[in-house]
Nanobody
Framework: QVQLVESGGGLVQPGGSLRLSCAVS????????MGWYRQAPGKQREPVAL???????NYADSVKGRSTISRDYAKNTVNLQMNSLKPEDTAVYYC???????????????WGQGTQVTVSS
């Protein structure tokens, strides 16, 4: 079983910063691409940032230049540093990992429980 545990959300003023962290655990699996998604009230879940096993990254246009995704192989975590936060960044942020069983071929997505980020004065 793969488990994702997110932390680091909270209330921050506009212009502030937050660092989200997702701890990934589970033996017998290969962890491939990792990413962060978010879902604001009344909106669909959308991708925020993605990092591959080779540490290539992609960002949504809305956060590009303000966010950095990173991956720590020693600690098995994926982190999202967000700066210059705006009220429109308010959402529940979800960690996502694409996994494959060591003895298998099919990949599938595992999601964290979500962490609330609220940007407000």
């Amino acid at each position: 079983q793969v488990q994702l545990v997110e932390s680091g959300g909270g209330l921050v003023q506009p212009g502030g910063s937050l660092r989200l962290s997702c701890a990934v655990s589970g033996s017998g699996f290969v962890f491939n691409a990792m990413g962060w998604y978010r879902q604001a009230p009344g909106k669909q879940r959308e991708p925020v940032a993605l990092i591959t096993p080779g540490r290539s990254t992609n960002y949504a246009d809305s956060v590009k230049g303000r966010s950095t995704i990173s991956r720590d192989y020693a600690k098995n975590t994926v982190n999202l540093q967000m700066n210059s936060l705006k009220p429109e960044d308010t959402a529940v942020y979800y960690c996502n990992v694409r996994v494959r069983r060591l003895a298998g071929f099919n990949e599938y997505d595992v999601w964290g429980q979500g962490t609330q980020v609220t940007v407000s004065s």
